[in-house]
């Protein structure tokens, strides 16, 4: 399973546009990249998903270069409730469909 | 979307004691359930993956004699945390994929935190 880096920690302020990169240089051919968002005491909740190019949903974007070792995780005009730690994971699209999460990305939105 | 509960929320017992924590899946049938441990300000630890009538796979370092798990039904996946110990204390959360779906959407469960005294 590809291995993803990603910051430890972000800041930002209630309004601007956030923007998580997560690195996947070992990213495999049939691999996916799937964000998913955990608050503190509950399970992780889906976000988005894609293979290449970009995805957008009511909740976020996902932008995938060509090479694909990479992608970042877009949400536009954060609010306080956005904060909250964003893991970035692939290697879904085998005969696996295990989740190995990463250290993920604590985002921290002031007022 | 899919609904994953788990039982108890939160559970306190005794060092030597088990203790039985559900997953359920509401409002679909889940073949397959995970299981994850979480430490404090860590991030999640797949620690087994639970098969509806098979014996569940146990990731590597993770005793399958002391952490149970059966999947009896296709709604229901259970985790016993057996002769619990202190270092179990953790928040421990399940996971079920809805058939059909991409491999990547599974909902996961609001978590159980284990204290072990």
């Known amino acids: 399973l590809a291995k993803t880096t990603q910051p430890i920690s972000m800041d930002s302020y209630e309004g601007q546009e956030v923007n998580i990169t997560c690195s996947h240089n070992?990213?495999?051919?049939?691999?996916?990249i799937t964000w998913y968002q955990q608050f503190p005491s509950q399970g992780p909740r889906f976000i988005i998903q894609?293979?290449?190019t970009k995805v957008t949903n009511e909740v976020a974007s996902l932008f995938i270069p060509a090479d694909r070792k990479s992608s970042t995780l877009s949400l536009p005009r954060v609010s306080l409730s956005d904060t909250a730690v964003y893991y970035c994971?692939?290697?879904?699209?085998?005969?696996?469909?295990?989740?190995?999460f990463g250290t993920g990305t604590l985002l921290a939105v002031q007022p | 979307g899919a609904v994953v509960s788990q039982h108890p929320s939160r559970v306190i017992c005794k060092s030597g004691t088990s203790v039985k924590i559900e997953c359920r899946s509401l409002?679909?049938?889940?073949?397959?359930m995970f299981w994850y441990r979480q430490f404090p300000k860590k991030s999640l630890m797949l620690m087994a993956t639970?098969?509806?009538?098979?014996?569940?796979?146990?990731e590597q370092g993770v005793e399958k004699d002391k952490f149970l798990i059966n999947h009896a039904s296709l709604t229901l996946s259970t985790l016993t945390v057996t002769s619990a110990h202190p270092e179990d204390s953790s928040f421990y959360i399940c996971?079920?994929?809805?058939?059909?779906?991409?491999?990547?959407?599974?909902?996961f469960g609001p978590g159980t935190r284990l204290t072990v005294t």
């Open positions: 894609g293979y290449k």
């Open positions: 639970s098969n509806e009538g098979s014996k569940a796979t146990y």
């Open positions: 070992n990213i495999a051919t049939n691999d996916y």
């Open positions: 994971l692939v290697g879904l699209g085998g005969a696996t469909n295990k989740l190995i």
């Open positions: 996971s079920a994929r809805l058939p059909g779906q991409g491999l990547g959407e599974q909902y």
């Open positions: 409002d679909f049938q889940a073949t397959t």
